[in-house]
């Protein structure tokens, strides 16, 4: 790893959170044409912010592409077969919201090996906290089908990775995107060994991510899913995190926090509902910041999913990597339960409540 420095006179403090980022041009060449959401402006926004607005260092980790092994930890080789023949053609449509062009093959095995090697930096001790700034998405893609923008599961294979090659016990994955990540669910669902949370706006797409989802055999109970109404605001988010996650990620004492981190809950993004501002995904990564100290030592890697609003997704990318990197005060955002969320929030308590103290 290298260090980046963007911005200018600026010194580096020794005592400072190491935070890494993945970023890399090549994510750009991926695109499913020039009016779809999922689009190489988004990471351009990003790094453009990055590049603007950033005045503190962050570690860069250079993305590799995942191998055909790697791959096949959590996809079929049917999946794997379809996409790389997909490569050098110019477009294929895989499902009504998702194609490829001539480079999405190699530019979805970046995305994963960036998601791995951003866990391993940060699992290794190399790095406190990593943000992997890739794309394709990947939290909606399942085992044998590419889906909702999403060609591999990246933290999917990268928590496979950290589970095979570098011996985690637990790992435990959040999912704040809009949507819920049905593929990331399914992946993990028959397991204790990977406890999957989600917090999405239902109902909406894929369709999945009820109360009732909690896992099955072995792994019942380690999948938790809050579905909300729309509306849902910084308080509500944070009430959540606060309230079911912190105490369930106490208990299961996690190896590694790995983050699904999807800015469609922005209050200006145009394909949801919720009213999530540049400052409340601060607090929802000083919540995680705070549970992974207690939990493993501080390991805590983010990867980016959704989110479709260019100024939204990257205030709220700036605002998670200030308090990664320790520039940022805990934002004043309360974290109590406002009386219609806990209406709301009560099917799911009984839920929880089977498996876990809260």
Known sequence: METVLPGKNRMTDPH???????????????????????????????????????T???????????????ILFVHTEEHFTILQQTAGREYIMLDPD???????????????????EAAD?????????????IRPPGHHSEAARAMGFCLF??????????????????ILIVDWDLHHGNGTQHSFEHRPDVLYFSTHQFPHYPGTGRWSEKGQGEGKGFTLNVPLSPGKDDRDYRAVFRHILRPVCLAYEPDIILVSAGFDIHVNDPLGGMRVTDAG??????ELMDMAE???????LFVLEGGYNLIGQSRGVRHVLQQLAGE??????????????????QPGFRTIRENWDI
């Open 153 to 170: 599961n990246n933290i999917a294979v990268a928590a496979e990775h950290l589970l095979r090659v570098r011996g985690c016990r637990k």
């Open 121 to 133: 930096a940060v699992m290794l001790g190399d790095i406190e906290s990593a943000f992997a700034l």
């Open 328 to 345: 940022a005060m805990n934002p004043d955002i309360p974290a109590d339960i406002s009386p219609l969320l806990e209406q709301e929030l």
């Open 16 to 54: 400072r959170p190491r935070t890494g980022v993945v970023t890399d041009g090549r994510y750009l060449d991926h695109t499913m044409g020039g009016f779809h959401v999922e689009s190489p402006e988004r990471l351009e926004a990003i790094y453009a912010m990055i590049e603007q607005e950033i």
């Open 294 to 300: 207690q939990t493993c030592g501080g390991k805590l």
């Open 56 to 70: 503190f260092p962050l570690d860069h980790i250079t993305p590799r592409p995942a191998s055909r092994e790697e």
């Open 98 to 116: 998702t194609s490829t062009c001539a480079k999405s093959f190699d530019t979805a095995l970046l995305a994963a090996g960036g998601a791995i």
């Open 281 to 286: 995904f601060g607090a929802l990564a000083r």
